[in-house]
């Protein structure tokens, strides 16, 4: 039998010294009762003007921690009724499971992997606050599917200085990162009839994934130590790299290939997608600017700050060919993905005091440092593995004999804790190049960073070298 | 001529009262005279030293502010050599041209707009930096495409006590808002060869451009004054609709055409997309709670942010039947579109402190006054017209004698920098019913309101009745 609760079973405290209203407080615990179960449902509550009387406040007071809680669901309110418990909360979040953990995790080298702890809480904080007190309101509303208007001039300066960019708001789209890119532009292009799209062997499984749920077919071209080979591409209509520090095999187009590559584009009358994913971290001279300025009408080049910032923000952006602005406005429109206008606002304002080439610069030696440290540990543990793609990004490649001896020390490892990839994974089934681990410094602190190429370098050292053993 | 700059052409001022620290501050007004082209690309800067020297700080701080400076791209710094200022801008930015502004504009009565003036931004940048310092770094890298399971479990809290929706979190989506959602089911269930989706006549155009876009063939079912008819469906393998508050002509799906048309869903084995896209506003009575706790395994719940809290912050929900919960998530990993995760942890911390209901409660009452506004002044100054669909959402049908003359009210009121939508737009070609203008008052304070609707009212008076003429 419902209960009909009086004041006293509610133990309602009211206490006047705490900066919250008094009218927060009691909504705050009786919020919590019915949420842990204390009061039940159907139970009935004592009326306004008498839980009033009863602890000693007005009775506008309980009305308005009634009617919120009526509100949100905990109670039913009806003229002439007392008020009642609903039954609310039809599951117990406690007790739903988490998502899934997967196997014991203690070191993490996946090759994409950034370090958040150093993200600037404070100074992204600091652009949050300013850029929503400035905001028009019609920035909080339904904005540009391109983007604010703000950020994209303030991506187009950034790009233009930073990456040497040819870059006009305009022709600059907001999009929710790199990925996202690839996905509207294999759309429009496989809508045009242009339905092959030539990726780099190997290269990232899940862009070429993303490109064939585009609508694209997707084919291999060889790369070796200058980069990609132009004469390999045949007649795909689009071809996808990652001109600065190419991913997985950390080589960066030589000067010869990019001339080569253009004059490709040009006579095939191609696109050129240009994944500029990591290009910002340098370590052995300035970064090597972008490809996109050799000819701005043939190539689609994007970014993200998924690498530089924070993955968890989503946000990056594209510079199109002025022939392409609008079918890929429209994508963006079509598929209804538009990226926060909030972090959009945010990010305007971080670019533009400055704060974005500080945390660039910050995290460059940060991860000088772990590179240094990898580099120098493989070489000493490992002397009879190669060390490539030194220069730049945020992984090293440790060449092993073959595919299957990658495998096996990737399993291994796995058992052990510690994740790596392979360039077997990113490889399309042709593929004849070097085999090699790849190995991400970028999530780890030194100390962590030692300890997992320690027992990584154990590993490699106690497999068999003979392949058909290992596979 | 390239100058040399000596100290005292840099104009430079060192204020210590100031908080800024004395690098930040030199920074910030060498980066304000070069993208100013006070400093000309080719100029030479002072030497650290003599700089330092000069205007009476410590060499190391010059080091700083050239450091960041040629960071950003705005210097060229070589050993041996005297700084640079580089050619960083490549354009002007204030001679860019803003999105185009379109024709003037002084009232936007469009039906879908929210108020944003009265966006909680205290209580929200107090969830963003609650949120911000206690995420944990994990928070802010790659995330569960399928959204937070913190903000899951938030929102299904929410819609299981506000909507009576059967939510759990293992089944609740984060989304970029309720389009995205039909855009991710359309291309689902096209991938399993169900491409038939049914849409209430009228109903929005832009989802069903949108499923059209995601491989569906888009049908017309009929709507009358009690909600969408399940006999004029068909053998569509999916129906979209907006039971609460039907869009746009705003009646209410009665109960006994909700279990007519879970009949039809079960007998047809057939889907059911509900649109709640503004139920929240309901007022005059509690909120009519959501259809799919009828049949959960067949309905797919999906709202969002859209209208009761910011359009710019592209978030919403969708709650799916355990058979799709697979495909769409893959869905959202192979489109890429995942939603900002740090407005992600923001939103979960306001909903469970309980300012989204708050919110929520505030603006109802907002609503309340601009639709009684708007009702009693459409019945006083347009008596032969019949305003329909007031009970709920942000809008008001006004009858019209045919479409030929919503049109040309419509035409006439945009001619004067009012804009409305019509039925008509939002109709399939064969549609028979009701002509109507579609008036939002979400968007305008009552001042602003009552002008619009007196200058529409009397456009409507001066309109010809006779349709031949009119069109």
Redesign the interface.
Known sequence: VPRNLQARDLLLLVDRSRPAPVSRQL??QM?CAIQSGAFAAGEQLPSTRVLAQDIGVSRGVIVRVY??LA????LSLRQGAAPTV?A????D?KT????SAGPRLLYNLRPH??E??T?P?RA??RS??ES??QAR?A??????EAGL?DLR?EV??YL???RGV?????RTLIT??S??A??LVSRVLARRGQETMAFENPSHHILR??AS?GGQAVVPAAVDERGIRPDTIGDAAAVCISPAHQFPTGVALTPERRTALIEWAQEADAWIFEDDYDAEFRYDRAPIGALQDLAPERVIYVGST?KTF??????GWAVLPPDLVDDVSQELL??????????QLAFANFLHR?DF??H??RMRQVYRARRNLVVSLLRALLPQHRVRGIAAGLHVVLEMASPAAAAAVQAEAEEAGTLVETIEQHSFADYAGPAGLLIGYG?LPEPSLEAAIRGLAKIVRAAPVDDRQAA
């Open positions: 909504e705050e919020r009617g919120q509100a949100e669901g905990y609903r609310a909360v039809r599951f979040a739903a499971p988490p998502p992997l950034p958040v702890a993200f809480r992204w904080l949050v606050r929503l007190e309101s920035d909080l509303t339904y904005g540009d208007w001039v187009a300066h233009s200085r930073a040819l870059a006009r708001p305009e929710a990162g990925t996202h690839l996905s994934a993303v749920h998924g924070a993955p968890g923000l989503r946000l079509n598929s209804m993905l538009h990226v926060s206008g909030f972090d400055g080439d500080r660039l610069r999530g």
